[in-house]
């Protein structure tokens, strides 16, 4: 069966320290990936999405970067935490349009 | 274009009512219609779908109405129940770029 893991659940990192969130997926080949965020209370904001390994596209222009090491694993760094950066990152993957979410991490900087 | 406009942003029903969430779009390219339902802490997860060939799908409590000419569908919840608070969006794509766009959510809340 197809599985989506993210992990920390929770992270919390003082304002200046580098981020890295990972992602994986299991029982699919060559899925679309995706990191959203979402602020408290909001809606989601597509952060990044891949359509292969090392094809990474950028649709808000931020302080986070993502990559595609492997056709399974989503990496979502930072080299330097903003407060803004605060929020609740999710990972995705899909065939077609059939989105699968992981359970999220609950990022906080401080 | 791409825009996916949801309402209300938030919702109180009492046990029982059957509460509606509203979606409209522009772009008249979009075929696939989901929604996602996601609970505090969680990931959203596929609630129900449809495609625009057919103007209602229902599955088990919950109902999705498409009216294709006024390119809005919305959601339905029948006897709804405390378990059903969570926050809703709708969502849009098309053939050949099968990206989800989103619509901003809307957070329901049942009151027993």
């Known amino acids: 069966s197809q599985t989506i893991h993210q992990w920390p659940a929770t992270l919390v990192q003082p304002v200046g320290s580098p981020l890295s969130l990972e992602c994986t997926v299991e029982?699919?080949?060559?899925?679309?990936l995706y990191w959203y965020r979402q602020a408290a209370g909001r809606g989601l904001q597509l952060l990044f999405y891949s359509v292969g390994i090392g094809q990474i596209s950028s649709e808000v222009p931020q302080n986070l970067s993502a990559s595609r090491p492997q056709d399974r694993q989503f990496i979502l760094s930072s080299k330097k935490l903003l407060l803004s950066d605060s929020g609740f990152y999710l990972c995705a993957w899909s065939v077609g349009s059939l989105y699968t979410f992981g359970s999220g991490t609950r990022l906080t900087v401080v | 274009q791409q825009q996916v406009k949801q309402s209300p942003q938030s919702l109180i029903v009492q046990k029982g009512g059957i509460p509606i969430i509203n979606c409209a779009y522009e772009n008249t390219a979009f075929d696939y219609f989901p929604w996602y339902q996601q609970f505090p802490g969680k990931g959203p997860a596929l609630l129900i779908a449809i495609r625009p060939d057919v103007s209602e799908k229902k599955e088990g409590r919950f109902t999705i109405s498409f009216n294709k000419s006024a390119k809005q569908f919305s959601l339905h919840i029948m006897d709804s129940q405390p378990g059903d608070s969570a926050t809703y969006f709708c969502a849009a794509s098309y053939s050949g770029n099968e990206k989800l766009t989103f619509g901003t959510g809307t957070r329901l809340t049942i009151i027993p």
């Open positions: 029982g699919t080949s060559n899925p679309n």
